[in-house]
């Protein structure tokens, strides 16, 4: 029905920066909030950002400052920005989308980003 696709994770060094960016495809009749959240190992998911169809953008304590989130409607995709990464910031990365009129969502699968120090 629907699927997302993330891309541009990847290996960088603490201070680095990194695009990720998630392509929805499929049965989207509705956009309503986006966002990305990070799951490290041993941890559970957790948010990271999100951002509702007005543009309204919401983020976790820990990347304040230092990650932006956007979209683009016309294309269906959600990016996140990411400056100054810490070794903290290693996990997998996974898009997230709410749409439709009862709010479906959809996850992708995942993109891992590694943060050396």
């Known amino acids: 029905q629907v699927q997302l696709v993330e891309s541009g994770g990847g290996l960088v060094q603490a201070g680095g920066s990194l695009r990720l960016s998630c392509a929805a495809s499929?049965?989207?009749?509705?956009?309503?909030?986006m966002g990305w959240y990070r799951q490290a190992p041993g941890k559970q998911r957790n948010l990271v950002a999100t951002?509702?169809?007005?543009?309204?953008?919401n983020y976790a304590g820990s990347v304040k400052g230092r990650f932006t989130i956007s979209r683009d409607n016309g294309k269906n995709m959600v990016y996140l920005l990411m400056n100054s990464l810490k070794p903290e910031d290693t996990a997998v990365y996974y898009c997230?989308?709410?749409?439709?009129?009862?709010?479906?969502?959809?996850w992708g699968q995942g993109t891992q980003v590694s943060v050396s120090s």
């Open positions: 997230n989308l709410v749409y439709g009129g009862l709010g479906q969502m959809a």
């Open positions: 499929g049965s989207i009749f509705s956009l309503n909030d």
């Open positions: 951002i509702t169809s007005t543009g309204r953008t």
